[in-house]
């Protein structure tokens, strides 16, 4: 017949009152910060940074709840930016420099609507990367 399985109610704790406390994470005072977006065909990733490159936030339109191949488009790519904008501005950043990477459509909307949210934007610069020397040559084929 096997032993017989003793079902417990969620909620009861025999131990202690059931009750967990959850300190809240003390988020750091951020006034300068870096933006550094990711843009892909498939999906925008945006992160920010304190100017020492330490990550502090990171978001991107799949986490947002975006799915397949809407993750790759300019909306997707500006609400991940208004998310972005809205938790620097908890911190109190005000001044943001922004690193863009990638060809993806969500490149310039992820920055523009970060900057709507009222955050001053000191430099752009890209740095998507290009190869210089190309893809590998096939081997030449054998007889």
């Not at 300190?23 to 304190?50: F, P, S």
């Not at 005000?94 to 909307?109: F, L």
């Amino acid at each position: 017949m096997g032993k017989k399985r003793i079902i417990k109610k969620a909620g009861h704790d025999l131990a202690g009152s059931g009750k967990k406390t959850t300190k809240k994470a003390t988020r750091r005072k951020l006034e300068i910060g870096v933006l550094h977006v990711r843009a892909t065909y498939n999906n925008t990733i945006v992160m920010l940074t304190d100017p020492e490159g330490k990550a502090i936030s990171q978001a991107s339109s799949g986490s947002i709840g975006f799915k397949g191949s809407k993750k790759g488009t300019p909306f997707a790519a500006s609400k991940v930016g208004e998310l972005m904008a809205d938790r620097g501005l908890e911190m109190g950043l005000k001044e943001a420099a922004v690193i863009i990477r990638g060809v993806g459509a969500g490149r310039e909307s992820a920055v523009r609507a970060f900057a709507s949210k009222g955050i001053a934007i000191s430099s752009i610069q890209d740095q998507t990367p290009i190869p210089f020397n190309g893809p590998k040559a096939k081997k030449p084929r054998r007889n």
